[in-house]
């Protein structure tokens, strides 16, 4: 099976990075193809037929700084310009998430610490319209 992990950040030293290698690990042993898409590659060495950097999903891009800023920290009274902002970058997220999926042949897509976190509201909403 051809699965694709998307991922804020890969390689890193914290809990879901660690997590996720483990999951990488056990999954190529069952025989099966991992690809990886990712905003960000810490510490790790790419391999481009199977990892691929999309910056938008790192949790420290424009996009997921705004919107932890207008949704967390500064919130507008109308939330009208967060909700434009996380649908346009998700727009553009699951866009570029669809094209990998069919052009790596994904069978299935795990989402790690993305789906749910505040963090990054665009990208987990974009997850959300991929599946």
Not at 8 to 23: F, Q, S
Not at 32 to 39: A, D, Q, R
Not at 46 to 72: C, I, N, T
Not at 115 to 131: F, Q
Request: hydrophobic residues 45%; proline residues 3%.
């Amino acid at each position: 099976m051809r699965i694709g992990i998307i991922i804020g950040r890969i390689g890193g030293v914290d809990g879901v990075a660690l997590e996720t290698e483990k999951w990488i690990d056990v999954l190529k042993k069952l025989g099966h193809e991992v690809f990886i898409m990712s905003g960000e590659f810490e510490s790790w060495t790419m391999d481009y037929e199977h990892d691929y950097l999309f910056p938008a999903l790192s949790f420290f891009s424009v996009e997921a700084e705004w919107g932890q800023r207008k949704a967390f920290f500064e919130p507008d009274k109308h939330p009208d310009a967060l909700l434009e902002h996380v649908e346009k970058a998700s727009n553009r997220m699951h866009l570029a998430m669809r094209q990998w999926v069919a052009k790596k042949k994904i069978d299935v897509i795990l989402s790690e610490n993305a789906s749910a976190l505040p963090c990054h509201l665009s990208m987990g909403v974009a997850i959300k319209k991929t599946c």
